[in-house]
């Protein structure tokens, strides 16, 4: 199994982003997928997880309304677009997978398997 994450990037606040996860080696629509990040000094923290099909969807309350998690099942893709972006956004950000059709939860427990990381930074 193979996580890649791309997209990450140096953005003014304000700005937006969009990362990709390309999975290999998984069914991947019978996968529930998360998004995480983890900022400099601190322990890795939960941003949004979607189910296997993309129906349902799940944010930790930081990033409501400003970020959306969706998949290209077709593609075998996981995106989370990120818009209105924070200095606090910074961070290296994490996809995973879940073995499970269900919404995953926010907890990184969960998740079965783990991609590289994609550095965001967002100057103020």
């Known amino acids: 199994v193979q996580l890649q994450a791309s997209g990450g990037g140096l953005v003014q606040a304000g700005d937006s982003l969009r990362l990709s996860c390309a999975a290999s080696g998984l069914p991947f629509r019978f996968y529930g997928m998360g998004w995480f990040r983890q900022a400099p000094g601190k322990e890795r923290e939960p941003v949004a997880t979607?189910?296997?099909?993309?129906?349902?969807?799940r944010y930790a309350d930081s990033v409501k309304g400003r970020f959306t998690i969706s998949r290209d099942n077709a593609k075998n893709i996981l995106y989370l677009q990120m818009i209105k972006m924070k200095p606090e956004d910074t961070a290296v950000y994490y996809c995973?997978?879940?073995?499970?059709?269900?919404?995953?939860?926010?907890?990184?427990?969960?998740?079965?398997?783990w991609g590289q990381g994609t550095q965001v930074t967002v100057s103020s």
């Open positions: 979607i189910n296997g099909s993309g129906s349902s969807t």
């Open positions: 995973a997978a879940n073995r499970g059709f269900a919404l995953p939860p926010l907890s990184q427990n969960a998740y079965d398997y």
